[in-house]
């Protein structure tokens, strides 16, 4: 039996891990890209218990720290920054994952999160670029089991890799920079998310650039590069232009909204991992993902994906 079949049944099963609403659809959608050839296709990937894992199988009732989460751990504050994070997450965390909360409710209540810890983050006047360093290669995140392997495939395949993230851009940077696995490549990857300003004297944690982003306004990719000016900004339009084909991944409904704003989209691919309440959320995530991974700690299926692509 050929691995295209064997990809082609795959998508059909009645796999645990895998659900797909329409699987002729999805096949149909991936024959299009797959037509298209690598030259027309890009990654939009989120990083938070997207590219990173949620939790592992021998604790999969603990969540693995997020990005803010080693901010908030690993980097020295002091214990009242800490509790004003903790209680934070503890109180914002379920409301961002509750499905039942109007948008419009949702969007202050994570603006009010995001503001209070990154406030308290900043106020402990103790962070260096160092200590984020540091902070990264001693905490438990980690990427979900070959993550490496995808962006190897798409740095040789010449596939845009852009990552966009409501989490903590620095934390993002140091750890596909400075953990193994090392998995950063200038050539093909660009990174948008919330970056931290340092004071050019005492080299310490002095705010948040703007502008903010969070779980519910992670669109205009594009626009969000220019504002940021980062390292990468003068390519990104190169970068990305005359390829109308993404391959999306996140964790979050909102995720699906990082394709707003791209130009001339022909397909997209949306592959949604689930790793909270998922008896309660499953049904809702199927209709909004292609493919929804249940419960997964690996990047198996988009690697297997990125294989069939290939043949």
Not at 48 to 55: E, G, R
Not at 168 to 175: E, F, K, L, P, Q
Request: aromatic share 8%.
């Amino acid at each position: 039996m050929s691995k295209q079949h064997d990809f082609e049944s795959l998508l059909s099963s009645n796999s645990p891990s895998i659900k797909i609403r329409n699987p002729e659809a999805v096949l149909a959608k991936i024959q299009k890209i797959k037509s298209d050839t690598f030259s027309k296709l890009m990654f939009i990937s989120d990083f938070d218990a997207t590219m990173s894992k949620h939790h592992t199988a021998s604790a999969p009732d603990i969540r693995l720290p997020s990005t803010f989460g080693v901010i908030e751990m690993s980097t020295g504050l002091p214990p009242s920054a800490q509790k004003i994070c903790e209680d934070n997450y503890k109180k914002y965390y379920p409301k961002e994952m509750d499905l039942t909360i109007p948008a419009d409710e949702k969007l202050k209540l994570m603006i009010e999160w995001w503001t209070s810890s990154q406030s308290a983050m900043v106020a402990a006047n103790v962070i260096t670029e160092q200590i984020i360093i540091d902070a990264v290669k001693k905490s438990d995140v980690c990427l979900r089991d070959d993550t490496d392997k995808l962006l190897k495939f798409c740095n040789e395949s010449k596939i845009p890799f852009l990552v966009f993230s409501a989490g903590c851009g620095d934390i993002i940077s140091s750890m596909l920079k400075h953990k193994e696995p090392i998995c950063w490549t200038e050539e093909n990857m660009v990174l948008i998310s919330n970056m931290l300003g340092f004071d050019e004297g005492t080299g310490i944690l002095k705010e948040f650039k703007a502008p903010l982003i969070h779980t519910l306004n992670k669109k205009n990719f594009v626009k969000h590069v220019k504002e940021f000016q980062t390292k990468n900004s003068k390519h990104v339009d190169g970068l990305v232009e005359g390829r109308n084909n993404i391959i999306l991944m996140g964790d979050h409904l909102g995720d699906v909204n990082m394709k707003c704003g791209m130009e001339d989209i022909n397909e997209c691919l949306n592959i949604g991992f689930i790793n909270y309440k998922i008896k309660e959320n499953l049904e809702t995530y199927m209709d909004t993902f292609d493919v929804v991974l249940v419960n997964d700690e690996t990047m198996d299926f988009p690697n297997q994906l990125m294989e069939y692509l290939k043949q």
